[in-house]
């Protein structure tokens, strides 16, 4: 998605919830964006937007990202280390499926994007057995990383 289309998708969300179109709003989504793929705290995307915005302060970010997140236009992870991460919301992104799933290095702490998703078939069962429909799952497997494994070999 372009950045044009990015912001214009962000201004329609915003206008349609009653909320105002703001530079730091815009600027918080398009570093996600733009970094697409990483998990980046809240820390992380202070020190980006700050570089065009130097006046923006990290409260004004924590409270756009909780803005970001209950709009669903953000997903926040936690990878069990104490810091809340975020990336692009993959519902902003005009996807249907589910978030993709980490792969966590127990060793070096690498956290490794898994695609496929594989539960499809649990959600029907759960959804057949229970009458509960799953709208959305998250799933992380914790291991050793091939770096880590050639490592200890």
Partial sequence: MEQKE????????????????????????????????????AEDIYELVSEDYPDIGLATVYRTLQLLW???????????????RYEIGHLFLGESKHNHHHLI???????????????DDLEHYIEKATGFHVLDHELKFYGLCRECMKKEK
């Fill in 105 to 119: 290095c127990r060793k070096c702490n690498k956290v490794i994007p898994f695609g496929d998703d594989l539960l």
């Fill in 70 to 84: 209950d709009m669903q236009l953000v997903d926040r992870i936690s990878f069990d280390d104490g810091c809340v």
């Fill in 6 to 41: 990015v912001q214009e998708l962000l201004k329609d969300r915003l206008k349609k919830k009653g909320l105002k179109v703001t530079r730091q709003r815009l600027l918080v989504l398009s570093v996600l964006e733009e970094n697409s793929g990483r998990h980046m705290t």
